[in-house]
């Protein structure tokens, strides 16, 4: 396993030494997401990820960019629902400053309030793009239908009139403090001994302390354990649907486990993942774009957390085509479940992991991302040999198993997003459960209104 040292102030680092690397790849995570936000908290974690690029006590937002980029390294951020991450990738020699610059954005900014204004418009901007993207409209449609009400079904960045009801004051308290060096998962990959790295990270938080203990108010920090809990969430198999103005509908099948889980059952859901949908080679792509034409996209996946595991197959296909499709993915997920799968499909499932894996370990991004995914999931992170033993362990067995527990007596959740009519959506078994049918011009009222604020 790769130790995970625990460095003054309460963080934790995991690193690895990749050896030939040229360049190296740091995360700062910290275990907040939108699942995890208080109903007057929504989208402040989102809000957060951005503000981290507008200033710090040291380094203006143009200084942040410029310092990273003129050495061609990148630097970016994601908010997930479970997590939110600022990370760097630089050439291996400038491993130093992207440790610099990440603690500095993590732990340092200032939120100016002009920043903030401005910032709040962007966020705005941004959620109404996502708006116009059907896709994205789709699968937020989808996570509410099968989660209703989850905190796991709501839109990571909040919706537009949440976010302009954020105050300034509120926010940066709520950074204070939920992003403290306590909180604090780094993980890095590149040609640096960990050791080095710790040593660095060390002093780098140990200023950022020294200057904090006389800013912030410890009586400001809420307890952790009352905002941490997590719940699997409730999982409706219905069927349902949203109508919208477009030329194809997005149509998803979805399953969801719940936990115990271990790394043994992620590693045999995601080779049969690629047997079942990701791959070109796979069933579902096989039989419903290479056989009988009913699509050009369609693909499985799957997301497995401490609480849940959610497996999904989608594809987008025309609305008279619809009943067809559905009839014909629903037969192929049946007979996996009855029959399973070959030797010959299970080995060449697990070769395809095994060489997808090999090839990933020449990103160092990856490897720090896969780093901080183990030890979100299990407390631990295996090194890259332990990882590959496991995956070429897989055989028939562990696959077929692992196929009867995702699909066999299970009921699926199936949803469309799309101009169809209540013939088609019948046709396609949409009408039972929950129905959701909204007119295309209600659509455009409701982003008319979140338009006007």
């Not at 116009?132 to 209703?148: G, M, T, V």
């Not at 697990?350 to 720090?368: A, K």
């Given at each position: 396993?790769?130790?995970?040292?625990?460095?003054?102030?309460?963080?934790?680092?995991?690193?690895?030494?990749?050896?030939?690397?040229?360049?190296?790849?740091?995360?700062?995570?910290?275990?907040?997401?939108?699942?995890?936000?208080?109903?007057?908290?929504?989208?402040?974690?989102?809000?957060?990820?951005?503000?981290?690029?507008?200033?710090?006590?040291?380094?203006?937002?143009?200084?942040?960019?410029?310092?990273?980029?003129?050495?061609?390294?990148?630097?970016?951020?994601?908010?997930?629902?479970?997590?939110?991450?600022?990370?760097?990738?630089?050439?291996?020699?400038?491993?130093?400053?992207?440790?610099?610059?990440?603690?500095?954005?993590?732990?340092?900014?200032?939120?100016?309030?002009?920043?903030?204004?401005?910032?709040s418009e962007v966020i705005v901007s941004e959620i109404l793009s996502a708006m116009d993207d059907p896709e994205e409209c789709s699968h937020d449609e989808f996570l509410s239908a099968i989660w209703p009400?989850?905190?796991?079904?709501?839109?990571?960045?909040?919706?537009?009139?949440?976010?302009?009801?954020?105050?300034?004051?509120?926010?940066?308290?709520?950074?204070?403090?939920?992003?403290?060096?306590?909180?604090?998962?780094?993980?890095?990959?590149?040609?640096?001994?960990?050791?080095?790295?710790?040593?660095?990270?060390?002093?780098?938080?140990?200023?950022?302390?020294?200057?904090?203990?006389?800013?912030?108010?410890?009586?400001?920090?809420?307890?952790?354990?009352?905002?941490?809990?997590?719940?699997?969430?409730?999982?409706?198999?219905?069927?349902?649907?949203?109508?919208?103005?477009?030329?194809?509908?997005?149509?998803?099948?979805?399953?969801?486990?719940?936990?115990?889980?271990?790394?043994?059952?992620?590693?045999?859901?995601?080779?049969?993942?690629?047997?079942?949908?990701?791959?070109?080679?796979?069933?579902?792509?096989?039989?419903?774009?290479?056989?009988?034409?009913?699509?050009?996209?369609?693909?499985?996946?799957?997301?497995?957390?401490?609480?849940?595991?959610?497996?999904?197959?989608?594809?987008?296909?025309?609305?008279?085509?619809?009943?067809?499709?559905?009839?014909?993915?629903?037969?192929?997920?049946?007979?996996?479940?009855?029959?399973?799968?070959?030797?010959?499909?299970?080995?060449?499932?697990?070769?395809?992991?095994?060489?997808?894996?090999?090839?990933?370990?020449?990103?160092?991004?990856?490897?720090?991302?896969?780093?901080?995914?183990?030890?979100?999931?299990?407390?631990?992170?295996?090194?890259?040999?332990?990882?590959?033993?496991?995956?070429?362990?897989?055989?028939?067995?562990?696959?077929?198993?692992?196929?009867?527990?995702?699909?066999?007596?299970?009921?699926?959740?199936?949803?469309?997003?799309?101009?169809?009519?209540?013939?088609?959506?019948?046709?396609?078994?949409?009408?039972?459960?929950?129905?959701?049918?909204?007119?295309?011009?209600?659509?455009?009222?409701?982003?008319?209104?979140?338009?006007?604020?």
């Amino acid at each position: 396993m790769i130790p995970t040292l625990r460095l003054p102030c309460g963080a934790a680092l995991a690193a690895e030494t990749a050896e030939g690397a040229r360049s190296f790849a740091a995360g700062f995570w910290f275990p907040i997401g939108s699942r995890h936000e208080a109903p007057r908290e929504r989208g402040f974690v989102h809000f957060v990820e951005h503000m981290a690029f507008k200033g710090t006590s040291r380094r203006s937002a143009a200084a942040i960019s410029r310092e990273i980029e003129r050495v061609g390294g990148y630097l970016n951020a994601f908010t997930d629902r479970d997590s939110i991450c600022l990370h760097c990738q630089v050439p291996g020699a400038h491993w130093r400053l992207a440790l610099d610059v990440l603690t500095d954005m993590a732990l340092c900014s200032i939120f100016r309030i002009e920043d903030f204004e401005r910032e709040s418009e962007v966020i705005v901007s941004e959620i109404l793009s996502a708006m116009d993207d059907p896709e994205e409209c789709s699968h937020d449609e989808f996570l509410s239908a099968i989660w209703p009400g989850d905190p796991l079904s709501r839109k990571i960045a909040g919706e537009p009139q949440e976010i302009r009801r954020i105050a300034r004051d509120a926010l940066f308290s709520f950074y204070e403090s939920e992003f403290s060096p306590r909180s604090l998962l780094v993980t890095a990959s590149g040609p640096v001994p960990p050791a080095d790295i710790g040593e660095e990270l060390s002093r780098l938080l140990g200023a950022v302390e020294e200057r904090a203990s006389s800013l912030r108010s410890p009586a400001s920090a809420r307890p952790a354990a009352s905002r941490r809990a997590e719940t699997t969430p409730a999982f409706c198999a219905a069927g349902g649907y949203v109508r919208a103005e477009m030329e194809q509908v997005h149509f998803y099948e979805a399953v969801q486990l719940e936990p115990p889980f271990s790394q043994d059952d992620y590693f045999s859901l995601s080779a049969l993942n690629g047997a079942i949908g990701e791959a070109a080679s796979s069933r579902l792509f096989l039989s419903l774009r290479e056989d009988k034409g009913l699509c050009y996209s369609v693909y499985s996946a799957f997301s497995m957390s401490r609480t849940e595991c959610l497996w999904m197959a989608s594809a987008n296909v025309s609305p008279a085509r619809l009943p067809e499709l559905a009839a014909e993915m629903d037969r192929q997920l049946d007979e996996a479940a009855e029959r399973g799968f070959s030797g010959a499909e299970c080995a060449d499932a697990v070769s395809r992991l095994s060489g997808s894996f090999e090839l990933s370990l020449d990103d160092t991004d990856f490897r720090m991302r896969r780093i901080a995914r183990q030890i979100f999931f299990s407390g631990e992170a295996m090194t890259p040999e332990e990882e590959r033993e496991s995956i070429v362990r897989l055989g028939p067995a562990e696959l077929n198993a692992a196929c009867a527990r995702l699909l066999r007596g299970r009921k699926r959740a199936r949803f469309a997003y799309g101009d169809l009519s209540r013939r088609a959506a019948r046709a396609s078994g949409l009408e039972k459960g929950k129905v959701s049918c909204l007119a295309q011009a209600k659509l455009s009222e409701t982003s008319v209104a979140a338009r006007r604020g």
